[in-house]
């Protein structure tokens, strides 16, 4: 089966690459620069196809040529969640490929409305374009927040120098989160087991490493790195979504990382980011835990 992961020099299309060859598959890769990779993995690729941008539609059409299947892993990025990834499905279409996995490793954005969290909008935008004008159907997968991202500013709690806050009863609410290393195992495993996945049936799958909330994630800290964590409230609910809507009209759409941890955090407050019918196949094997990510 040769499959090609465009985006494949970022991390998680390198993670992909290496569970995919692992499994005896055939890989091409897609992107800008060939050098980004190791050697050794550049080595095992069937081809590499280089791209000078998004829209290079002709390294596109080389790229899905004769491939079984599709994984598109470009990096978080608002031009590309939309305009790279309905570029890529198209050459896809050309293709005769049926089978496509879409780049939505991310909160569940199932359980929401468009506007609701603007850095979503994009994949909620594409998802509803291509079942309206495509006979390609994705297959999409839901894995909660990366692991990487849940000591940051904009993971829950908006972590910054030992200190994480909440509103309302957020302190509790639940977060599903994955390692990038389970998301790449268990993505290959969806493609070559997922029910449907390889008739071209697509669908949408969740997955997560583990569930979290901000008074777990300041506990595992404290605990594997002995640093006081401090978790203070914030105000109401009704105080961040007071909060939240100034931020909006203030800075606009264009400046939606700004406001990323409140809308995140009313979403939360209200359990739409809880992952139900998550998939467990029987080739998943243990996911990793949150103290032992943290200890890596």
Not at 148 to 174: C, I
Request: glycine content about 10%; cysteine-free.
């Amino acid at each position: 089966m040769l499959i090609l992961i465009a985006g494949i020099t970022g991390s998680l299309g390198q993670r992909l690459a290496h569970v995919a060859l692992s499994k005896g598959l055939s890989v091409r890769g897609l992107g800008r620069s060939p050098s980004n990779l190791p050697p050794s993995l550049f080595s095992q690729l069937e081809s590499f196809i280089t791209s000078t941008s998004y829209y290079d539609v002709p390294a596109l059409d080389q790229a899905v040529a004769g491939v079984d299947a599709i994984i598109n892993s470009y990096a978080p990025n608002p031009i590309l969640d939309l305009d790279g990834h309905l570029l890529l499905l198209r050459a896809a279409e050309r293709a005769g490929a049926k089978i496509f996995v879409a780049s939505s490793w991310s909160r569940d954005w199932t359980n929401i409305k468009f506007g609701d969290f603007e850095h979503y909008d994009n994949h909620i935008a594409f998802k509803t374009q291509v079942e309206g004008t495509s006979e390609i159907r994705p297959v999409y997968i839901m894995s909660g927040i990366f692991a990487d991202l849940l000591y940051t500013r904009y993971g829950p709690g908006a972590f910054e120098e030992g200190k994480m806050k909440y509103w309302g009863e957020g302190d509790n609410s639940v977060y599903p989160w994955s390692t990038q290393e389970n998301v790449a195992r268990w993505t290959i495993d969806i493609l070559l087991h997922g029910d449907g996945v390889q008739d071209g049936k697509g669908g949408v799958f969740k997955i997560q490493s583990g569930t979290t909330t901000i008074r777990e994630l300041a506990d595992v800290y404290e605990k594997v790195r002995g640093d006081k964590v401090e978790v203070r409230k914030e105000g109401s609910l009704e105080d961040l979504e007071g909060k939240l809507a100034r931020l909006r009209a203030e800075k606009g759409r264009k400046g939606q990382l700004e406001y990323m941890g409140e809308a995140a955090a009313v979403l939360a407050n209200k359990g739409l980011w809880e992952m139900n019918d998550i998939t467990l196949l029987e080739e998943f094997k243990e996911a990793t835990t949150l103290e032992e990510w943290l200890r890596e």
